[in-house]
């Protein structure tokens, strides 16, 4: 079980090469304003891409196209992204590096945004790693950015420039709409883009006001092999001695809590595992009497990257840390007749598996080694636990 670590790592790096890459049917213009239709890498780009990857068929390679070669960009029925030269400030929005100026700080850049509202008024989306800014663009005028800026007022204070929502007003005279305040209109995707639809006279469906969160919740149970030793040290430092319990196969049995992260295609996920586990060792040798009575609820949040190999199937690889866990009052480990009990440390465990049809999924699970007498001085402890699980998605 030692190298099983190494083999979980390998067996992911290998998926990981050997899944399948998603080209969609899209279509490209290039600097001389000719258009084609093709298959694009469709990543659903969280940040704002400054090249695409392309096929003109699915046969042959995959070409490269840099933001200097396109002008536009769009996959059917999805995200589009047009080239323009900006005038962008790009001062962190992360507190903890916020500008001490309250003037936008541009910088010219040539982007590919995101194309979020067509039509008179125009409304385009950047994101990058500590920035997201919004543009306009009214009929054939510039694109010019919607300013919005937290900037450090003084050391205990955080100051806003909310200049876009006077921006808002002034673009909005002579709109579908009229000129109207819009003082509780956030510097965000969902306000920006109802108001420009409306702008440009626009209704919005109810459906499309409604934010679909995609959750799961899914029961996991499994069987797990686990084993444990106990080492023992000298007060003045080595090893006095060590104790290797019995391997056990015991039933696990989880409720799996999944929120998938709304960007990069839903490749991306949040877990949360409340799972039962118990491990039971009753052995004596000379007179010695070794028990061990472990039963816990662990705790664990994980994050899960999955690989499409088809419409109904995929891989997928997770790393999971638990902080804490819920044990029972009959836990005991009695090592050479004194009993010792249980106090466990934080773990991480690594697994790799496969889901069908967004129902079924399998997942080998390997637990680094845990210490479970986390709370004596001159004797500590491995646990080690593998664990196969089948899982059923209820919703």
């Keep these: 079980m030692k190298n099983l670590t190494l083999s979980i790592v390998l067996a992911c790096y290998c998926m990981a090469a050997w899944s399948q890459i998603t080209f969609d049917p899209g279509y490209f213009i290039d600097n001389d304003n000719n258009r084609t239709e093709c298959l694009i890498r469709n990543v659903d780009w969280h940040n704002n891409p400054d090249q695409i990857r392309y096929k003109l068929s699915d046969d042959s390679d995959d070409l490269t196209l840099a933001i200097s070669d396109l002008q536009e960009f769009g996959i059917n029925n999805g995200a589009a992204f047009e080239r ?16 001490y100026k309250r003037s936008p700080e541009f910088e010219q850049r040539t982007l590919l945004l995101k194309v979020l509202v067509k039509g008179k008024y125009n409304l385009y989306e950047y994101r990058g790693k500590e920035v997201t800014r919004f543009f306009y663009k009214k009929e054939d005028n510039d694109v010019t950015q919607l300013i919005y800026k937290r900037y450090n007022h003084d050391d205990s204070h955080i100051g806003t420039n909310d200049t876009y929502k006077q921006q808002l007003v002034l673009l909005s005279q002579d709109s579908e709409i009229g000129p109207r305040s819009y003082t509780n209109t956030s510097y965000r995707e969902k306000d920006l ?12 469906s109810k459906d499309s006001k409604k934010q679909k969160v995609n959750f799961n919740l899914s029961i996991r149970p499994g069987i797990s092999l686990s084993s444990l030793k106990i080492t023992e040290y000298y007060a003045q430092g080595g090893v006095r001695g060590e104790y290797n319990f019995a ?19 839903n490749k991306w996920s949040v877990t949360f595992e409340p799972t039962y586990q118990s491990y039971k060792v009753d052995e004596s040798h000379s007179y010695n009497i070794y028990k061990v009575d472990y039963k816990t609820i662990d705790l664990p949040i994980g994050i899960r990257y999955y690989m499409y190999l088809g419409d109904k199937s995929k891989l997928f690889v997770n790393a999971n840390y638990s902080a ?27 697994g790799v598996g496969y889901a069908y049809n967004k129902k079924l999924h399998c997942e080998l699970r390997y637990h680094l080694p845990k210490n479970i007498m986390n709370n004596y001085f001159y004797q500590d402890s491995s646990y080690k636990m593998t664990s196969f699980i089948i899982g059923y998605t209820l919703f």
């Design 247 to 265: 391997d056990q196969v015991n039933m696990r049995f989880g409720i799996e809590a999944e929120l998938m992260l709304p960007f990069n295609k």
């Design 324 to 350: 804490m866990d819920i044990s029972f009052d009959t836990n005991e480990i009695i090592y050479k007749r004194s009993n010792r009990g249980v106090k466990e440390a934080p773990s991480l465990s690594v």
């Design 193 to 204: 883009i109802s108001v420009f639809n409306k702008m440009n006279g626009i209704k919005e």
């Design 84 to 99: 323009h030269t900006v005038d962008i400030d790009l001062a962190s929005d992360d507190e903890n590096k916020l500008s």
